[in-house]
């Protein structure tokens, strides 16, 4: 069984920065990709950012040059540092990772609870 653990979350007002963080713990041989999701209410779920077991990275075009993803391998843990915060980035992120539970063959997705970000004055 795999766990995503997410946190850093909350309120922050237009342009500050919050980092989010997701580590995998449990049972698995290796994560081909972790990234991160969004879902804002009535709207639909959207990757935002993820990056691969090889550095490979995608943005969502509505945060390039604000966010960025980074991995840490060896602690199984990735993070997203969100700066200049937009009241239209409000939207609960939801953490996901691509994992080799038993062997290299096939992975499969997991999800984390979900942390909420709110930006408001």
């Known amino acids: 069984q795999v766990q995503l653990v997410e946190s850093g979350g909350g309120l922050v007002q237009p342009g500050g920065s919050l980092r989010l963080s997701c580590a995998a713990s449990?049972?698995?041989?290796?994560?081909?990709?972790m990234g991160w999701y969004r879902q804002a209410p009535e709207k639909q779920r959207e990757l935002v950012a993820s990056?691969?077991?090889?550095?490979?990275?995608y943005y969502v075009d509505a945060v390039k040059g604000r966010f960025t993803i980074t991995r840490d391998n060896a602690k199984n843990t990735v993070y997203l540092q969100m700066n200049s915060l937009k009241p239209e980035d409000t939207a609960v992120y939801y953490c996901?990772?691509?994992?080799?539970?038993?062997?290299?063959?096939?992975?499969?997705?997991?999800w984390g609870q979900g942390t909420q970000v709110t930006v408001s004055s």
């Open positions: 996901n990772s691509a994992v080799y539970a038993s062997s290299f063959l096939h992975a499969y997705d997991y």
């Open positions: 449990g049972s698995f041989v290796g994560i081909l990709a």
């Open positions: 990056i691969t077991s090889n550095g490979r990275i």
